[in-house]
């Protein structure tokens, strides 16, 4: 894996509607530096937000955690869930942005691999996760990749560092269909997650589709 010879994702990519940026996410590949290694992994399940969403961060307000929702279309937006760290990155239009639901390691080494089952381990056993399952959530993703809040929040991708590139994949069908943990009441009925149909089986939930896209 020679991650300098791919081209790393514009703003322009983020500038757009969450919608569209959360559909064409799907194939794409994360490329972080962890010391001399790069670990990597091919994006499979993503959720939209717009401001106005009840469910979304932005709609409680502007505040200095929740400042890079604000900011231009490309800014990383993290947060913890659940104790874990979350990434999303801004698209256009203030509040507006994409949730990395999962993951799937792509083309690692084995030394780069065994470094994602190190920084991922499961907790209380002597047992690893399976390939497929190792970034099969958005703080799972985070921890496999070594991404953090303190470091990446309110930043823009760097090419040196930490990026999103296009591969050249590009799903044959995506189940599209509502997010996850939403609270009632919350806009839960909006059917704004997506996720590579070859790739289910790696997605955070089985998804209950309620269309599949061509």
């Known amino acids: 894996m020679n991650p300098n010879k791919i081209v790393m994702l514009t703003t322009d990519f983020f500038d757009r ?3 569209i940026v959360a559909k064409e996410l799907l194939g ?3 490329y972080k ?3 001399t290694l790069w670990l990597a992994a091919m994006i499979v ?3 939209a937000y717009y401001l106005q969403d009840k469910g979304s961060h932005a709609s409680l307000g502007r505040t200095p955690k929740r400042e890079a929702l604000f900011m231009p279309a490309g ?3 993290m947060y913890y869930a659940r104790g874990g760290d979350s990434l999303n ?3 256009q239009g ?3 942005a994409v949730l990395i639901k999962a993951g799937i390691p792509y083309e690692n080494d084995p030394l780069s691999l065994a ?3 190190h920084l991922n381990p499961v907790k209380n056993s002597l047992r690893q996760r399976e390939d497929h399952r190792l970034c099969a959530g958005q703080t799972l993703l985070c921890k496999a990749l070594n991404i953090k809040v303190p470091e990446w929040n309110q930043r823009t991708f760097d090419k040196e560092y930490f990026y999103i590139a296009d591969v050249g994949y590009r799903p044959s069908r995506v189940v599209q269909t509502t997010r996850l943990g939403i609270p009632t009441g919350r806009d839960e009925h909006l059917p704004y997650r997506f996720i590579d149909a070859a790739y289910t089986h790696a997605a955070t939930k089985a998804p209950k589709a309620l269309c599949t896209l061509g």
């Open 89 to 91: 990155i801004s698209c």
């Open 115 to 117: 470094t994602m089952h």
């Open 45 to 47: 399940e993503t959720e």
């Open 17 to 19: 509607a969450p919608l």
């Open 75 to 77: 800014t990383i937006y």
């Open 94 to 96: 203030e509040g507006n």
């Open 33 to 35: 530096r962890y010391q």
């Open 28 to 30: 794409k590949v994360i």
